[in-house]
């Protein structure tokens, strides 16, 4: 169907929609990017209350990181999913259908996290001794991530009431609410570590406490704060399974992509095991403790540009869907190049946060520094692909991810066995398929006629 007829469709007060300006977009993006920070304050908490147990502690989390976020995989499959419908609906401006559709994120989020709980607890130790852990470590590790799976339903509710919240365009209670939950996470960890020496395991229990009251907070803000959403009454609550499948259809190439990239790290581990444990206090160190602050900033931007895009493919305004990701992409350039020059200079201070281990600043310092490199390369290839997943179509996405993730393995491979780099030859990989990810992005939102696929998928969606 020609883009014009669907086009046509779109009652005229609703092709009144605007590519966003600069400032609109920083409404949007910057408290969102603040709320992914406050909410990636839960492993730089976790990975510094470790740090005052033990260096074996902290090498634990490391170790736990990637599983960490292969589950953060499951989150995003209803979590991206639930933001691109609610979005579009928004844009659409058919407040009761984002409702129930909201609704059906939640149910689809419950759906996914309660069998992955289960299978989580169960393999959690062999798992974790699979990829390289040993000792003290395994037995830490195995700990703390077998108590994260005791609460993982409960930690993906927040996930998904802040991408709700997002779909509207409402970043600010999003941030207030992570403020909140960040602070009682801070409290509840220091009294664990300090008054109760309840170790990893306390730590865990820490964060399910305080994200199931933000998530709380949250469900009812929806519902009864300012500008509800009118979700149906709780107990009426059914499978719609066309809504589902959508939600999945949009969701599943960023979960796999996540997922991908996640996976590749664990086997990767397995490669990092042979240069000692302390290898993964690098990989905690500077991934979770350092350098995902400044993704949590691209976060933020990608987000906004999924739902602004979703918002423009529903107003039937699919013509200003790319521009709105350059608009987005140009407004977080200059905070992405900030933090990489931070990491680039000023790796020292930042490091010394976690650890006075000498052999762990050593290896966290080259990471670092390759990773303020391909920070850059991340912006064009996570902005863009985001705003293809808000608009409806994230299939090619997907397609650049998955084989530059899948790249990593070989090269790493190849350059630990054919080089004298040793534990840098890893982060070498990472940096090479990282721009060449950015690279194949750029050229895809800048060529493809994906906006005009996204419309088309929305008109056979509607009807």
Known sequence: MPLASCSDSVPEGLRSWQPPT??????????????????????INDLYFAGRIS??????????????????????LASRGAL?????????????????AAAQGILLSFCITIPVAVLGWLIAPHLLAWMGG????????????????????????????????????????VFQNQLMATGLNTALNTVVVFALHGGLAGIAAASILSRAIAGARGFWLLTRGRNPLPLPPVLSWRPRISTLLEMIRVGIPASLSVAFYSGIFMVLNRLLSRFGQEAFGVLGIGIRGIESIGFMVLMGFGVAASALSGQAI?????????????????AALPIALFFSLVW????????????????????TVVYLRMAAIANLFQLIENIPGDCLSGAGVPRRQFMVSVPGNLLRIPLAWGLVEYTSLGINAVWLAILISAVLKGLAMLAVFRFADWPEEAARKLHRALD
């Open 84 to 100: 691109s419908l609610v979005a579009r609906l928004t844009g659409a401006r058919d407040t009761e259908a984002a409702g129930r």
């Open 22 to 43: 600069r400032s609109q977009i920083l409404k949007l993006a910057l408290p969102a990017a603040g709320s992914f920070i406050l909410s990636n304050f839960y492993n």
């Open 314 to 330: 529903g107003a039937g305004r699919a013509d200003s869907a790319r521009l709105t990701g350059w608009r987005v992409t140009s």
């Open 55 to 76: 260096q074996d502690a902290n090498n634990a989390i490391g170790l736990c990181m990637m599983v960490l976020i292969f589950n953060a995989a499951f989150i995003v």
């Open 134 to 173: 040993r000792d003290e470590v395994l037995l830490l590790a195995t700990r703390y991530l077998r108590m994260i799976y005791l609460g993982f339903p409960v930690l993906a509710f927040q996930p998904m009431i802040d991408s709700i919240f997002l779909a509207r365009g409402n970043s600010r209670t």
């Open 344 to 363: 680039w200079f000023l790796p020292l201070p930042l490091i010394g946060l976690y650890t006075q281990d000498p052999r762990v600043t050593e290896l």
